[in-house]
């Protein structure tokens, strides 16, 4: 073979592997679309294109009784300027968020670290204490919690048998918001379970050698188990944000935002506002008003936590960037 005739031939073998090569690149991960696909198509369909319908609808007046007509940015307008709900929702949600999801973290862990211990029939504890989570925030366990905190509930039966008068803890303004935080900080049982691997994952070495260089239970909480556990806080601190932004089940159930509007947290007015009064391209500005309000709080979480979330990869004295 001349030299001509091998130059003639090199090229187009280096272009026959190069398209073999992106064949192949194509086909690979083909298969793998065609497995996610039903779940692809379910979220084209069911989230992202009822998502960008609903910012459209917020530009407009949309209503079930009238024909869509383009506002622009009035509802937005209307919303911040003229809606003093929104206000008054905003600021009782907001309350329920900085109330709850520190509590419910609290409980959580405290209860993992109590559970976390080798002691005969602890998982019969465990079961028992992530019962609740498995029923979730439905309308019987809101239907229990107004029984039990009515005039004739059990908790005033039982603080009677120690002389103390009970109320109705749902009808008075004062309590009917702190009974649905204490709802969800009984509903801990998912929390808790995540915190109680985060503490099977601690090696126990550590605890061990700080006891030798005269560390009490405390030290070795703030020192050990905590940023051991950041991660894991972390990841439960931005999903407790979520779910109490979009806490609505209760709040209608049990006092139905009452009384004097105590309860009546944002879902329930973008509720309101949707299927009561049928002002749709309204409610779906309020609903772009709460991912936005959501998406800031996970956002903030995110940025701070290279101030006080470490990983194992992180090195000593150094914030991880």
């Known amino acids: 073979m001349n030299r001509s005739t091998a130059t003639t031939i090199a090229p187009s073998a280096a272009k026959t592997k190069k398209s073999s090569y992106f064949r192949s690149r194509w086909n690979a991960p083909l298969a793998g679309y065609l497995f996610i696909s039903p779940w692809l198509l379910g979220f084209l369909a069911l989230t992202a294109y009822p998502l960008f319908l609903s910012l459209y609808y917020s530009f407009t007046d949309y209503t079930l009784m009238q024909p869509m007509k383009w506002i622009g940015t009035r509802n937005y307008e209307r919303i911040f300027t003229a809606d003093p709900k929104f206000i008054q929702s905003a600021k009782v949600t907001f309350t329920y968020v900085l109330a709850s999801v520190p ?72 309590t009917a918001l702190g009974t649905l935080i204490l709802l969800t900080v009984w509903q801990f049982g998912s929390t808790m379970v995540i915190f109680l691997a985060g503490l099977k994952q601690i090696p126990n070495d550590l605890y061990e050698a700080s006891s030798v260089d005269g560390a009490n239970k405390v030290t070795q909480f703030f020192k050990i188990t905590l940023p051991m556990l950041s991660p894991i806080l972390y990841f439960n601190l931005i999903m407790a944000v979520i779910g109490a932004f979009q806490m609505f089940t209760s709040a209608f159930v049990i006092t139905n935002g009452g009384p004097m509007n105590s309860t009546y947290v944002y879902a329930m007015y973008l509720y309101e506002r949707a299927f009561s009064r049928y002002e749709l391209g309204y409610a779906s500005a309020l609903a772009w008003i709460m991912l936005i309000a959501i998406v800031a709080a996970t956002v903030l979480i995110s940025y701070t936590s290279k101030y006080w979330v470490f990983y194992e990869t992180d090195t000593g004295g150094r914030k991880r960037k």
């Open 103 to 174: 509590l419910k973290l609290a409980a959580a862990l405290f209860v993992a670290m109590i559970l976390s211990k080798a002691v005969k029939g602890i998982s019969a504890y465990r079961t028992a204490i992530y019962f609740p989570s498995l029923i979730g925030g439905s309308i019987g366990v809101s239907l229990l919690w107004r029984n039990i905190f009515g005039v004739d509930g059990i908790f005033n039966k039982l603080i009677g048998v120690f002389g103390f008068e009970g109320k109705g803890w749902i009808t008075s303004p004062d």
